[in-house]
């Protein structure tokens, strides 16, 4: 079987690559997991095995940052200038830093099951903005932005940081497309 470029030398063929949209997507999987690792261990055994585990959970909630970044300085820019409201999405976003900041604040003090309550608290709102991050405002980007302004977002991410990607993709990567000429 023929490639298309086999066929019709003149046109051209586009690889699929990384949307800056999948970054911000994947890492909310990665929010949502690591709220359900909390939740299961609040759930088991006071122990100080589990008691260790939940440290290290909140010391991975900084990592969370760079995530609300991305989402501040290279998509809402552009979300507000298409008439969304950008400041709505900031106010949900500094919840959750300033969550992130309280439970850094109380793990210095005290065991993590002295402040179970808020930090299941915190989770259940992660957990909340990460699914409505995913099903509306991320919905709301990928359909709305133009292939340049994702190509330019894409190569800003990395300057960000990632938070709960195993695979650190390339500037390069995150281009929305690439065209191939034979």
Do not use: W
């Amino acid at each position: 079987m023929n490639s298309t470029n086999d066929t019709c030398p003149e046109c051209s063929r586009e690889e699929a690559k990384i949307s800056p949209v999948m970054v911000l997507s994947v890492e909310n999987k990665g929010i949502l997991n690591a709220s359900s690792c909390i939740l299961k261990l609040y759930q088991l055994e006071k122990t100080e095995k589990h008691e260790a585990r939940l440290r290290q959970m909140v010391h991975v909630l900084p990592e969370m940052v760079s995530h609300f970044r991305k989402k501040e300085e290279l998509f809402l820019p552009l979300y507000a200038e298409l008439g969304f409201d950008s400041d709505k999405e900031k106010a949900k976003d500094k919840d959750i830093l300033d969550g992130i900041e309280r439970i850094l604040l109380l793990e210095k003090r005290c065991s993590p099951y002295e402040f179970e309550k808020e930090f299941l608290d915190f989770c259940r709102r992660s957990v909340l903005l990460a699914k409505e991050e995913n099903t509306g405002f991320l919905i709301t980007c990928y359909h709305n932005f133009t292939l340049d302004e994702m190509d330019e977002i894409g190569r800003r991410i990395p300057d960000y940081g990632y938070t709960f990607l195993s695979v650190r993709p390339k500037p390069e990567d995150l281009l929305s497309r690439t065209i191939e000429c034979d």
